[in-house]
């Protein structure tokens, strides 16, 4: 995909926090015509930087290459204040609190593995957590989904 212009970013933003943003309202928002932020739509779609759901992204195409996903260990005390300052760090995608080894697990993401590192530092600075856990994701073959199940949900009798 071609470099992203502050126009795209926005755009995507918007249609992140508004999925469901028609797009005369989005060219409006953002101070462009309707058929400027239409068209814009349908390349960031065709590239596949905006994906059919309309709120995942490649996070490669935002220069996003390094996908970790992240155990730790906390103080059970601090866990409130362990998981607030982890919805302050950028690079953290999703959060949950987790049975088994561990107790939170977390989707991080970075630029490289210099960009990673630092993420991680930021995480172990938090106060509470007391180690960290890391596998990075080297491919991903199965984006999130809902529709499996929201097939299977649609194929039941209506009296089941």
């Not at 999925?19 to 779609?45: D, F, H, K, M, W």
């Not at 088994?100 to 593995?113: E, H, I, K, L």
């Not at 210099?114 to 199965?142: F, Y």
């Amino acid at each position: 995909m071609s470099k992203l212009d502050n126009l795209d970013l926005r755009l995507l933003l918007e249609l992140v926090r508004d999925p469901r943003a028609q797009v005369s309202e989005l060219g409006e928002l953002l101070g462009v015509a309707r058929n400027t932020a239409q068209s814009r739509i349908r390349r960031l779609l065709r590239t596949g930087t905006l994906r059919r759901s309309g709120r995942e992204l490649d996070l490669e195409a935002l220069g996003y290459d390094v996908v970790a996903f992240v155990t730790l260990e906390v103080s059970h005390r601090e866990l409130d204040g362990v998981i607030a300052g982890l919805r302050t760090l950028h690079q953290v995608l999703e959060v949950h609190e987790i049975s088994g080894r561990g107790d939170v697990w977390c989707r991080v993401t970075a630029t490289d593995t210099h960009n990673l590192q630092s993420a991680l530092r930021s995480v172990l600075r938090i106060k509470g957590v007391i180690r960290t856990e890391t596998v990075l994701a080297l491919h991903e073959h199965i984006p999130y989904r809902t529709e499996p199940l929201l097939e299977r949900l649609a194929q039941r009798p209506a009296d089941a």
